[in-house]
């Protein structure tokens, strides 16, 4: 299975704005609610980035990265990024589901006090369906 072929064939039904080098495909964000996806790889490894701050999850199985990138471009994902004075504090993956957002991962990059960060921006992609429950 070629995850980068499958995932272009599906944005290309859709009309979505992508950029396609020979181990990498770009998902540009689609409107300005959305954030960019990355997948990247090659048969040993494969990596899966949401946003423009650098959180990225790494696979193993090609199928895997291409759920994770599916799952980051649909209306079930949302990505929230916690900052202040332009210093990243922390980036949050959610899923949606029957009984609202539930967490993915959070990723942490300054150990200090959240109460002392006030900028929060909450992104999401509409490009695929997400059901509610599904999980990644």
Do not use: I
């Amino acid at each position: 299975m070629d995850p980068l072929a499958e995932l272009e064939s599906r944005l290309r039904q859709r009309g979505a704005r992508y950029r396609r080098e020979p181990e990498v495909l770009l998902v540009e964000a689609q409107d300005d609610e959305g954030f960019p996806v990355v997948l990247s790889g090659s048969d040993g490894e494969w990596v899966v980035g949401f946003g423009p701050d650098g959180y990225h999850e790494h696979f193993d199985d090609p199928a895997k990265a291409l759920e994770y990138a599916v799952f980051g471009l649909s209306d079930g994902c949302r990505l929230r990024t916690t900052s202040r004075f332009g210093l990243l504090r922390n980036v949050v993956v959610e899923a949606r589901s029957a009984e609202g957002w539930r967490l993915v991962t959070e990723v942490g990059t300054l150990g200090f006090s959240s109460l002392h960060w006030r900028h929060t921006t909450t992104q999401r992609n509409a490009l695929f369906a997400g059901e509610p429950g599904e999980a990644v």
